[in-house]
């Protein structure tokens, strides 16, 4: 286990490179040329490779494939691998790469500064837009699925399965957790707040048996539409982390994300079907 002050050097890489990224990947001229490009997110989902990694943050896009060699392992290069392909908001609050080095405790409400920080650092290697989301008649489709024939599977990373467990199943075996929470719907735009009752996360890992996890481990959360939620454990473990069976007190349909949903700060995943643990 590493200590408390040790995470957050970890961090310090990422957090603090401004000063140590060297000449732009790209010129100025490049750069403008670039700069309206526009890439959906299953396109940067592609580039998740060590030697192709992008990363999409705060509207816009990065290459930071020639980030990653000028930080060998001591210094964060598997902190960056991780983050190929993925989208680097997901990643924010969590241990490492929390706000605690600009000033803030873990739990400050300083996103908005750190927002900045990482746009500064990051500027060097933009390429280009995320392409908002389209409210389309795909968007507006959901999994046909029986609620009573889902079976949530907890597996490892090598394809072991340490746990399943169907909805009726969750709710006899684990305490039912309830809390409120006001989200904003990242396709119309509504804003909600509704009662989400579930299991806690912190409850249902632990099945995994006598492999206990390190503080790095990733959980991806996987849905049945094939798009998946990733955390690392330290923050799968904390309370506010839900798979939702129940909306308002009733049952929790597929239009609403169900049978089960992951709630955690606002931030939601439906269809969840599948948890892996690396």
Known sequence: M?????????????LSAAGTLGPSPWSPQRCRAEEDKVFSEAEVRRHNREKDAWISFNGSVYDITRYIPQHPPCSGLDWSKRLAGRRFEDFLGQD?????????????????????????????????KLAPPVLSDAARQWPDVEPGAVRL????????????????????????????????????????????????????????????????????????????????????????????????????DAERGGPLRLVKDGQHAKWIETIVVE
């Open 96 to 128: 490492a790469f929390g706000p605690a080095h600009l000033g803030c405790g873990p739990d400050a409400n300083c996103s908005r500064g750190v927002k900045a920080e990482l746009a500064k650092i990051l500027e060097p290697y933009r390429i280009g």
């Open 2 to 14: 590493f200590r408390a002050a040790s995470r957050w050097r970890l961090s310090a890489p990422i």
């Open 153 to 252: 599977r907890l597996e490892r990373s090598d394809g072991s399965v340490f746990g399943i467990f169907t909805v009726a199943e969750l709710r006899k075996a684990f305490k039912p957790c309830t809390k409120t929470v006001t989200h904003q719907c990242s396709t119309s735009g509504n804003v909600n707040t509704k009662e989400w009752t579930g299991v806690r996360v912190s409850e249902l890992l632990p099945q995994m048996g006598n492999r206990p996890p390190t503080y790095e481990t990733l959980v991806t959360f996987v849905g049945m539409d094939g798009f998946g939620y990733s955390m690392f454990w330290s923050r799968a473990m904390k309370d506010d982390v839900i798979l939702a069976y129940s909306q308002d007190g009733e049952q929790l």
